[in-house]
């Protein structure tokens, strides 16, 4: 019985072992059919990695897609010490077919890596060595991701053989050729000076025709403009610009006077017309201070502005007389009264523009309309803009002349792009 069952254990032990070696030689047979591949060190332009680099991922994703019996980078440093040209140089169709032909494999891959302005293009080419003949060939565009590199050799590889790949990674990865921006063109500096003519309204029309003596401009109510634009394009195509506007601006030179300004504007030209809209906060200098317009002519002039400081002086001097007015007099001293015990119309409790008042820091706000127009590299723009404040403005035109000077990329890498 013992010697049966030796038997029996013994038979199957040697099938078993049969079995076994047949899987190995089967497994060796399937390893055997599979082509063999290697990579030859491909070229990079503008790119931070290496040849070495690129060549393992190459090699890495070959493995990973399971096509090609691929050759690793210890099997290729035999053939670069018989010939170091083989290192760096080897990317012609017959320099490859040479290599290949050392290495004794069925087919050689290289290809190049090139940073083209905004996107990484990866040229892949696949050689048949027997036949000395291009056997596959692929060029892909990618946006500018150099961290995914390895992502983009993948999607080439796969889509070079056919093999579907994730539609997620391509789209999020594929270089969009999209609509030229600003980002792309450069920022163009087109600076220059401004001259023009504004018409004073509301209020503002009033203090300017306003005697010295009442604290007035005593000028016509419309004045000129003389300043200088900074502008800056901060986005755009090639049918619209953003722009960032700075004007300095002195008024009423011809009318003895220096009002300056600043304004800072968000502006928006539109077309090859260059027609042009913008708005912004304008900053000044005013003078103020507290009284009334006299439109009953009750102290003075019909229209006459008395300010706080004018009527303490004609208080003092008409009312400081006690058997006229006792009722300003309190234990027989004199105690100035108030425009409102006098005239109950009037009232020193609100701020009118006075040039001997007080200076404080004037706001705007500014609206623009015009177009460019252009010869050459001169531009020239024409605005009719208006400075709207409390109570009156400012309505007018104004001119520049602005040349093109130079372009500068906006990257701030130094990369035209």
Not at 352 to 377: C, E, N, P, Y
């Amino acid at each position: 019985m013992k010697k049966s069952l030796l038997k029996i254990s013994l038979l199957a032990a040697r099938r078993t072992g049969i079995l076994i070696a047949f899987l190995i030689m089967t497994c060796q047979s399937f390893a055997q059919e599979k082509p063999t591949i290697a990579v030859a060190n491909p070229n990079i332009v503008g790119l931070k990695t290496t040849t070495t680099i690129a060549a393992k991922l190459l090699r890495l994703e070959l493995i990973k897609m399971d096509n090609y019996f691929v050759y690793d980078e210890f099997d290729m440093e035999d053939i670069y010490k018989l010939d170091s040209s083989y290192r760096n140089n080897c990317l012609s169709k017959s320099c490859l077919v040479r290599m290949g032909k050392s290495l004794g494999v069925d087919y050689m891959i290289t290809g190049s890596f090139d940073e083209l302005g905004n996107k990484i293009v990866l040229s892949l080419k696949v050689i048949d060595v027997k036949n000395a003949s291009i056997f596959k060939t692929r060029v892909q565009e990618f946006d500018n991701q150099p961290l995914e590199l390895q992502r983009m050799v993948e999607i080439t590889l796969k889509e070079m053989h056919a093999i579907e790949v994730q539609q997620e990674i391509v789209d999020r990865l594929q270089f969009k050729n999209e609509v030229i921006t600003s980002n792309n063109l450069g920022r163009i500096k087109n600076n220059g000076p401004r001259v023009g003519y504004g018409i004073l309204t509301g209020s503002l029309t009033e203090f300017a025709t306003r005697s010295v003596s009442q604290g007035g401009l005593g000028i016509f109510p419309a004045v000129s403009m003389i300043g200088y634009q900074l502008e800056a394009q901060y986005v755009g195509t090639e049918n619209f610009s953003g722009l960032v506007e700075g004007i300095i601006n002195v008024s009423g030179l011809e009318q003895g006077q220096f009002i300056p300004t600043i304004t800072v504007m968000n502006g928006f030209r539109f077309g090859k017309a260059g027609w042009e809209f913008a708005f912004g906060p304008g900053f000044g200098l005013k003078s103020e201070s507290y009284g009334f317009f006299d439109t009953n002519g009750s102290f003075g002039d019909v229209g006459s502005y008395i300010s706080q400081n004018d009527w303490q002086g004609y208080a003092d001097k008409t009312y400081n007389d006690i058997d006229l007015y006792p009722e300003f007099f309190l234990n027989g001293y004199y105690t100035r009264p108030d425009v409102s015990e006098v005239n109950p119309d009037y009232n020193l409790n609100e701020k009118h523009a006075d040039k001997r008042g007080k200076v404080s820091i004037s706001t705007s706000f500014v609206f623009g309309f015009g177009r460019t127009f252009r010869a050459g590299a001169l531009n020239m723009p024409v605005n009719i803009f208006y400075s709207s404040k409390k109570g009156g403005g400012l309505l007018g035109i104004n001119i520049g002349f602005n040349v093109l000077r130079s372009k500068e990329s906006i990257n701030k890498e130094g990369r035209f792009i």
